[in-house]
């Protein structure tokens, strides 16, 4: 049997999220566990610190067919979610070289069911995608650097 692991591509964009000052990153590094270690159960239940084998879903997938894979990473995890739905961003890869970085393209949130559905309509060249909190396309960004921003065109009340 072959060992399984997170995607090259998600976990560097996971490690280039929570480098940033985002509020899921900051939550990120919090520890929760009273003085339990990061990823150990205390008490027999999940570690209540961030733990990506439990608390992250996550799709690589390339939005405008140029060959650079784009990341969603939806956040399943109870100290950012509590009964509402998961919060999310979609990682974007820009620049090229030793200049290449990961950029957070947008945030959303959704319930994690059906899953992210990626539709025909296109902005700039880019798929628009659907969770279930609506429907989302592109515009340029201010950054430059071919770097694109998701933006809601509908939503869906929750």
Same mark, same amino acid.
Not at 33 to 53: C, E, K, S, T
Not at 69 to 76: D, G, R
Not at 87 to 109: T, Y
Not at 111 to 120: E, T
């Given at each position: 049997?072959?060992?399984?692991?997170?995607?090259?591509?998600?976990?560097?964009?996971?490690?280039?999220?929570?480098?940033? *000052?985002?509020?899921?990153?900051? $939550?990120?590094?919090?520890?929760?566990?009273?003085?339990?270690?990061?990823?150990?159960? &205390? *008490?027999?239940?999940?570690?209540?610190?961030?733990?990506?084998?439990?608390?992250?879903?996550?799709?690589?997938?390339?939005?405008?067919?140029? =060959?650079?894979?784009?990341?969603?990473?939806? &956040?399943?995890?109870?100290?950012?979610? =509590?009964?509402?739905?998961?919060?999310?961003?979609?990682?974007?890869?820009?620049?090229?070289?030793?200049?290449?970085?990961?950029?957070?393209?947008?945030?959303?949130? *959704?319930?994690?069911?059906?899953?992210?559905?990626?539709? *025909?309509?296109?902005?700039?060249?880019?798929?628009?995608?659907?969770?279930?909190?609506? $429907?989302? =396309?592109?515009?340029?960004?201010?950054?430059?650097?071919?770097?694109?921003?998701?933006?809601?065109?509908?939503?869906?009340?929750?």
């Amino acid at each position: 049997m072959r060992w399984s692991s997170i995607h090259p591509t998600a976990a560097g964009a996971l490690d280039a999220l929570r480098q940033t *000052d985002h509020w899921l990153a900051e $939550t990120m590094g919090h520890g929760f566990d009273d003085a339990g270690r990061l990823g150990r159960r &205390i *008490d027999g239940r999940r570690p209540l610190n961030f733990d990506a084998a439990h608390h992250l879903a996550y799709l690589v997938t390339d939005l405008n067919q140029d =060959g650079r894979e784009e990341v969603f990473l939806l &956040i399943e995890w109870s100290a950012v979610t =509590g009964n509402g739905p998961s919060p999310g961003v979609l990682m974007q890869k820009i620049g090229s070289g030793a200049a290449e970085r990961w950029r957070i393209a947008c945030e959303f949130e *959704d319930w994690g069911r059906p899953g992210i559905v990626l539709v *025909d309509r296109r902005s700039h060249g880019w798929r628009h995608f659907r969770l279930g909190s609506g $429907t989302y =396309g592109w515009r340029r960004s201010s950054e430059g650097h071919g770097a694109m921003d998701c933006v809601a065109l509908t939503q869906t009340p929750q």
